[in-house]
């Protein structure tokens, strides 16, 4: 399956983004998909995920309350819609799947990646 990442982009703090992940080529159902972030000179973190039906998520404690994960599997697009930003949530942000097991917060579990997109929160 591939993904494609959108909606990144410049906001300043307690502002709102909503990014995107559309996959193709394969059967989007049967994947669990996640978000991960990485910021310059940090290693890649969890911040979300949800199950194959949507109706299981895991997030991580930095964006508890604050970040909502959801999936469209007949759009084959998965969402993170993120509220209250701080500057601290600064990072490229990647959608990723994974075809076996449960939700995961580990990034070596996952073998699907997207390209990535920047988020940037100015203070």
């Known amino acids: 399956v591939q993904l494609q990442a959108s909606g990144g982009g410049l906001v300043q703090a307690g502002g709102s983004l909503r990014l995107s992940c559309a996959a193709s080529?394969?059967?989007?159902?049967?994947?669990?998909m996640a978000w991960f972030c990485q910021a310059p000179g940090k290693e890649r973190e969890f911040v979300a995920a949800v199950g194959r039906l949507g109706r299981s998520t895991g997030y991580a404690d930095s964006v508890k309350g604050r970040f909502t994960i959801s999936r469209e599997n007949a759009k084959n697009t998965v969402y993170l819609q993120m509220n209250s930003l701080k500057p601290e949530d600064t990072a490229v942000y990647y959608c990723?799947?994974?075809?076996?097991?449960?939700?995961?917060?580990?990034?070596?579990?996952?073998?699907?990646w997207g390209q990535g997109t920047q988020v940037t929160v100015s203070s």
């Open positions: 080529g394969g059967t989007f159902s049967r994947y669990i």
């Open positions: 990723a799947g994974r075809a076996i097991g449960s939700l995961s917060n580990y990034y070596a579990q996952y073998e699907y």
